[in-house]
């Protein structure tokens, strides 16, 4: 199946010296081969022997996991890199882009020699802090789709026959929700505070808070909208592209969810009214345009909320998150289902909506109470007492002796028992009786 061949080398510092060619043929009849200094014993095989690599090539050979072992040694940023590079969609290649940007040490790590450990190093690092960052985490949401698209490339390489397996498989994937993402009622922006937000921003600025605020788009949504999305007849709005961050509309969304149908609450309608007048009209045109007409990246909305929040007085925790959560929290509050809420807000599934808004759905506390007490209702379980004795018999009305258990003729000793005053009489008499016999 294979065979190691000695040869003396002809040039160089070690001319003369012998090393050993191991020569085989792979799954698809081609012949191959690798270049050792030490043969080794075939017997007792030592690693990086060419006998070594020898039993390591009929083995996989044999077992039908047999990959060519140069192309495992080429660096799997180089992989990742030409996948990247296939992306049709500007966004998509922008996402895997950013991806690559946070392989970190996995980019030179030869992909024939990656390893379990070696990703969930790599998680460990994204979680809590960048080298090549300046120490900064990412958020789980990236992590999540950056681990997604390692997973990807790692497959593809099993398809190809770089790899016989992937050492993705085991490695537990991240939440896409880390605990900071999640939403509750103590971190909510206040009916009090979007007013201040509103009262100090200009219109523009103000519009597109309400946007959020009253039809909770995300930032590069609100700043992809154009005229022929806004229907004041209908009083909808229509999610269709948002910008990128090269200021490039895109039709490629956050999520599939993502492109929805957005009811205008009054107020709302009332500010697109008056707001769209002053826009160009024409049907591609964005109603949010940046000061020089260019499309807004969502970053500058981010940091033009920030003035407005610091003009307001309000905390700097605050961001333009708290609008959309705002939005998601007056849905909840009013009864909306959780797959109402999804579609609303664009979320790829109920269960990221769960997760966000988990402790905001009023009343799950009570309902599971008054869920349980209707499964129980006829059932007649024993009580207990309030001095935390079998309540079976404190029900009872009678002693063991058919003597009433009435105020008169019963009483509770310390520790909480019941006891008959008839059948104590009873016993100091007999009690008496036979010390009198003896």
Same mark, same amino acid.
Request: glycine share 6%; charged share 25%.
């Given at each position: ?30 012949? &191959?081969? &690798? ?168 219109? &523009? ?100 909320? &920030? ?66 007490? +209707? ?60 010390? +009198?016999?003896?």
């Amino acid at each position: 199946m294979a065979h190691i061949q000695a040869k003396n080398r002809t040039s160089g510092p070690r001319k003369g010296q012998k090393y050993y060619i191991v020569r085989w043929v792979d799954i698809h009849g081609e012949e &191959k081969s &690798k270049s050792f200094d030490k043969k080794g014993s075939e017997s007792y095989p030592a690693p990086g022997t060419a006998h070594a690599f020898k039993k390591e090539v009929e083995n996989r050979l044999i077992t039908g996991s047999y990959t060519d072992p140069k192309l495992g040694e080429q660096p799997f940023g180089d992989l990742f890199l030409k996948w990247a590079n296939r992306a049709k969609a500007p966004r998509t290649k922008e996402a895997r882009m950013s991806t690559f940007g946070n392989l970190g040490v996995l980019k030179s790590k030869p992909v024939g020699k990656m390893h379990q450990e070696h990703l969930r190093e790599w998680l460990d690092v994204l979680r809590e802090g960048r080298p090549w960052a300046d120490g900064k985490p990412l958020a789980a949401t990236t992590i999540g789709l950056a681990f997604q698209h390692v997973k990807t490339v790692l497959n593809q390489a099993v398809n190809d026959d770089i790899l016989t397996k992937t050492p993705a498989r085991g490695v537990e994937a991240p939440s896409k929700v880390s605990v900071e993402n999640i939403v509750t009622p103590v971190n909510l922006l206040t009916l009090a505070q979007a007013e201040a937000l509103l009262g100090v921003s200009r219109p &523009k600025l103000r519009t597109m808070m309400l946007v959020a605020m009253q039809a909770g788009l995300r930032p590069s949504e609100i700043v992809g909208l154009r005229y022929r999305d806004i229907d004041l007849g209908a009083r909808t709005l229509r999610v269709e592209q948002q910008i990128g961050r090269d200021r490039l509309p895109t039709f490629t969304l956050k999520t599939e969810t993502s492109r929805r149908t957005v009811p205008l609450p009054d107020e709302l309608y009332a500010a697109l009214s008056a707001y769209l007048k002053s826009c160009d009209m024409s049907s591609t045109a964005l109603i949010f345009p940046s000061r020089n007409g260019r499309p807004m990246k969502a970053s500058e909305v981010w940091e033009q909320f &920030k003035n407005a929040a610091k003009r307001a007085g309000l905390p700097d925790r605050l961001t333009w998150k708290d609008c959309r959560h705002f939005y998601a929290s007056k849905l909840i509050q009013y009864g909306a289902s959780v797959k109402a809420v999804q579609l609303r807000l664009g979320h790829a599934s109920p269960d990221i909506t769960l997760k966000v808004y988990t402790h905001l759905w009023p009343g799950e506390f009570e309902r599971t109470i008054e869920a349980v007490n +209707a499964a129980w209702e006829g059932v007649t379980v024993p009580k207990i007492n309030a001095n935390n004795r079998d309540s079976a018999r404190a029900a009872k009305t009678h002693c063991i002796n058919g003597h009433p258990f009435d105020d008169a003729n019963s009483y509770v000793d310390p520790v909480g028992r019941r006891h008959c005053r008839a059948c104590k009489r009873d016993r100091k008499r007999r009690d008496r009786a036979e010390s +009198a016999a003896a």
